[in-house]
């Protein structure tokens, strides 16, 4: 290992001083030889993307061996598997592909379904995963990279810098949703998962680098030139549970190896496993989970086009409203089809609103109404006048109520097209409307900033009475609210829709603003918690606001003087 490192430190020198020798020859190392190992069981619905990313790493091919098995499907795993390896053997050194037909469809004896972890489906993954450690040690390669087939490593870069870490077992921390990672930070008396308070800074990257832990799995690399290599395995020691993963760990434990962790780059995603308990449909749920997940994190989620085809989406409907709307600047086309991408995923059926283009507002659109924007209005944090952005905001929300009240449209989801879903959005927004159906209100926020730390009270078990906040991310208004909101004329006194609406529910801050408007009956709730969230917060990488970027405007101005300065 030493040597192996000098000599890399040795072939950075030529670029740094170019006079401390010059190479007769090319002695640059090659990367070292990595066995993948894949078990795969009725992952129809992850292998297009898990294969797809893999084939995408970049990582010397020839440096690398696959090695997969595929049993007991009840899918077209064997198919895609197949399908692929006939397409792309000859990029690898080598791929050994075996299926067993004659368990397609079946069950382990013990095993009450599929996802069942009895004893026997332990003991078959354990002997399976040893073979894999058997062959790919017989192969000599310098690594196993043992991976679960249903990871998206959306990184590229992943195996090369997983290996340029030089550590004897290394883990990529992988994104699920909520607090489900493929580490642990602590591991009970019985060898099973235990929380401590380091767990949350590394998988929400407050803390960089690569951890010492007690567990990792899922996709794992080891090194194994290591001579404790030979120690690794995943048959249990004695007294420990019958668990693959644990066993791991222990015989690392055992042997002083550490295993690491490391979160200094976004690698790739992973869905939460299926507890023994669940039903087959939530996996699919989990898996829009974390394609929804990569989607916003990590657009385009790849999917090479021999495989496409095995993907499924459900149905597209309109979710019980009349209509949901999403609200897009045409010249943000990347935003848009990341967000038709969500919401293929979601099974939504949505109707793209062309946003007013604060850029190039032209006041003598047809459409376009006078605007007055409201006198003395002053951003509360930037101390600047209204911008064109926002007017333009503003405009594109207000047309939405307009073709409410002009259609009747009793019910409709108005979104804005930078917003990421949370885990199960479906069921969690089906669950909310069910809700309130009966109850008396006008709008329902499911994604704003909340801006108060009083803790707002709750009206039904999902929703809270919202005081100030920002942003309009989300809502659902019912036709009730969309003529509220045209009532009181908000064009003659414009101000941004995300401090109208609170001034509308009556918990705006500015009693001087409030006074523009006598009738500020709109009964507001909000999802608590929120349903949708912002896919980029302000400062952070690729954040862009079209309303922050955009000229400002004078306020009071007239129509006419505004299209001017636009
Ligand atoms: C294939 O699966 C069958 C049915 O479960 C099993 O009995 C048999 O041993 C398996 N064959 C191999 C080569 O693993
Ligand atoms: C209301 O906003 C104006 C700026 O538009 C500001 O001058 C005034 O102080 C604000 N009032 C309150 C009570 O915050
Ligand atoms: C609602 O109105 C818009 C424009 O006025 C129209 O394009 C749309 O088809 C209408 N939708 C329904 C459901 O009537």
């Not at 069942?116 to 017989?138: G, M, T």
């Not at 920002?470 to 829709?497: I, N």
């Amino acid at each position: 290992m030493c040597k192996f490192s000098l000599l890399r430190f040795v072939l950075l020198v030529p670029f740094i001083c170019s006079w401390c020798f010059v190479e007769p020859y090319d002695i640059a190392v090659k990367w070292p030889t990595i066995g993948i190992a894949v078990l795969v069981r009725n992952k129809a619905h992850t292998l297009p993307y898990f294969l797809t990313c893999l084939h995408d790493l970049d990582y010397p091919k020839d440096r690398i061996y696959l090695w997969f098995h595929s049993d007991y499907n009840e899918d077209k795993s064997d198919e895609i598997l197949t399908k692929w390896v006939e397409r792309y053997e000859s990029d690898y050194n080598g791929v050994q592909l075996t299926t067993n037909s004659s368990s397609t469809g079946q069950l382990q004896p013990d095993q009450e379904r599929p996802h069942h972890w009895s004893p026997q489906h332990f003991e078959h993954v354990i002997n399976l995963r040893e073979q894999a450690l058997d062959f790919i040690r017989k192969l000599w390669a310098d690594y196993i990279f043992m991976v679960d087939a249903d990871v998206f490593l959306t990184n590229r870069d992943t195996l090369k810098d997983l290996v340029k870490k030089q550590l004897p077992v290394v883990a990529p921390m992988l994104i699920s949703d909520g607090i489900y990672s493929n580490f642990w930070c602590a591991m009970n008396e019985y060898y099973y998962y235990k929380r401590t308070d380091d767990y949350m800074p590394i998988l929400q990257r407050e803390q960089r680098g690569c951890f010492p832990v007690p567990m990792v799995h899922t996709a794992v690399l080891a090194d194994l030139r290591r001579r404790a290599s030979d120690a690794l395995g995943y048959r249990p020691p004695r007294h420990a549970p019958l668990d693959d993963i644990i066993a791991f760990a222990l015989h690392a434990q055992k042997h002083d190896i550490p295993l690491h962790i490391c979160n200094e780059q976004l690698y790739g995603f992973a869905p939460v496993p299926l507890e023994a308990t669940d039903d087959p449909s939530s996996d699919l749920e989990q898996l829009v989970n974390v394609k929804l997940e990569a989607i916003s994190r990590h657009y385009p989620l790849p999917l090479d086009p021999l495989l496409a085809h095995y993907v499924t989406y459900p149905q597209p409907w309109k979710y019980g409203m009349s209509e949901i709307y999403m609200i897009n600047l045409e010249r943000r086309r990347e935003r848009r089809e990341m967000m038709e991408q969500s919401f293929k995923e979601l099974g939504m059926s949505v109707k793209l609103f062309k946003a007013i283009d604060g850029r190039k507002l032209d006041m003598s659109d047809l459409r376009s109404p006078s605007i007055t924007l409201m006198q003395g209005y002053e951003d509360p944090y930037h101390r600047r006048p209204m911008k064109a952005g926002e007017v333009g905001c503003f405009l594109s929300h207000y047309f939405i109520w307009k073709e409410m009240v002009a259609n009747q449209s009793e019910v409709a989801l108005v979104l804005e097209d930078d917003i990421h879903f949370v885990p199960f959005f479906r069921l969690r927004f089906l669950t909310l409307m069910n809700e309130i159906k009966d109850m008396d209100w006008d709008l329902v926020y499911i994604g704003r900033k909340i801006l108060s730390d009083a803790d707002e009270p709750y009206v039904s078990e999902h929703t809270t009475a919202p005081y100030y906040s920002y942003w309009t991310l989300g809502y659902v208004l019912r036709l009730s609210g969309a003529e509220k909101l045209l009532a009181a004329r908000p064009l003659d006194r414009l101000l941004p829709v995300d401090e109208f609406l609170p001034i509308m529910f009556d918990k705006h801050p500015n009693a001087t603003w409030k006074a523009n408007f006598l009738n500020r009956n709109l009964k507001a709730l909000s999802a608590a918690p929120l349903l949708v969230h912002p896919t980029h917060y302000t400062g952070q990488e690729g954040y862009i606001s079209d309303t922050e970027d955009s000229a400002v405007v004078a306020p009071g101005t007239p129509s006419e003087n505004a299209r001017n300065e636009l």
